[in-house]
T-cell receptor, first 114, second 113 residues
Framework: ETGVTQTPRHLVMGMTNKKSLKCEQH?????MYWYKQSAKKPLELMFV???????ENNSVPSRFSPECPNSSHLFLHLHTLQPEDSALYLC?????????????FGAGTRLSVL | AQSVAQPEDQVNVAEGNPLTVKCTYS??????LFWYVQYPNRGLQFLLK??????LVKGSYGFEAEFNKSQTSFHLKKPSALVSDSALYFC???????????FGKGTSLLVTP
């Protein structure tokens, strides 16, 4: 166990559904991240939260909406997704302020959009 | 922008043989470089990092990486491969503007008995 828990592990949704991905870290970190992992492509950084404030949004479509209510929890709200959004979504956390942070990853949510 | 490249999609090695997974980088300033491993149905796990100091960095599970500034490379190595080392390996560099990491596309390592 890495100390980062993601739920659900698998999700199938239609293009008109609304769903949420959840991430919880038990490491006392203050930075959290969402990544998208698609086959044969580099991991794509989607969002970064530092002390609950969003510090990066890498041109992610508005159908993805992050929420970080506290430094231990991170959500990714999904609505009207497209089939090309099917991927593995990874959450990570790290301790900000350390020069070379090590990111700890959850096991991911495998999302299929029909 | 800080970036890394992994030129090989797949590396095949026989068990007991040495393995190398290649990574080259492109950065402004001094690089902070990382290797992560991903086993099937799992998230990424940290293996090792280079910040400064010795060019040979030792990490988890017997892996090591050699930082070569003149060749802008950070290849991952292990003297004797195990079947259980079969996984997806990612090289990464820390983004200059923050604490996020920029990952390569990954290299699939297959170790055969």
């Amino acid at each position: 166990e890495t100390g980062v828990t993601q739920t659900p592990r698998h999700l199938v949704m239609g293009m008109t559904n609304k769903k949420s991905l959840k991430c919880e870290q038990h490491l006392g970190h203050n930075a959290m991240y969402w990544y998208k992992q698609s086959a044969k492509k580099p991991l794509e950084l989607m969002f970064v939260y530092n002390f609950k404030e969003q510090t990066e949004n890498n041109s992610v479509p508005s159908r993805f909406s992050p929420e970080c209510p506290n430094s231990s929890h991170l959500f990714l709200h999904l609505h009207t997704l497209q089939p090309e959004d099917s991927a593995l979504y990874l959450c990570a956390s790290s301790q900000d302020g350390i020069a070379a942070n090590i990111q700890y990853f959850g096991a991911g949510t495998r999302l299929s959009v029909l | 922008a800080q970036s890394v490249a992994q030129p090989e999609d797949q590396v095949n090695v026989a068990e007991g043989n040495p393995l190398t997974v290649k990574c080259t980088y492109s950065v402004s300033g001094n690089p902070y470089l990382f290797w992560y491993v991903q086993y099937p149905n799992r998230g990424l796990q940290f293996l090792l990092k280079y910040i400064t100091g010795d060019n040979l960095v030792k990490g988890s599970y017997g892996f090591e990486a050699e930082f070569n500034k003149s060749q802008t490379s950070f290849h991952l190595k292990k003297p004797s491969a195990l079947v259980s080392d079969s996984a997806l390996y990612f090289c990464a560099v820390r983004d200059i503007d923050g604490y996020a990491l920029n990952f390569g596309k990954g290299t699939s390592l297959l170790v055969t008995p």
